[in-house]
């Protein structure tokens, strides 16, 4: 979970509450977002970042390899 100040957080859940909220460690600052696997293993995470990058999908990179 994120905290209030947008900070990744994890905690473990026992049948008698829940743990000490500890931040995780590497994750990225100001997340926004969350999205967990159903197995668990995967966590998607989205944040805003004064540093943001604009993400370029490029389509059949192998047809343009040829072309040189």
Avoid: C, Y
Wanted: hydrophobic share 40%.
């Amino acid at each position: 979970f994120a905290n209030s100040s947008h900070q990744l957080m994890v905690a473990a859940i026992r049948g008698d509450g829940i743990g000490k909220p500890t931040p995780v460690r590497g994750a990225p600052p100001n997340i926004v977002g969350i999205d967990v696997a159903s197995d668990g293993r995967l966590v998607l995470l989205r944040s805003e970042a004064s540093d943001q990058v604009p993400l370029s999908l490029i389509e059949h990179w192998t047809g343009l390899l040829k072309q040189k």
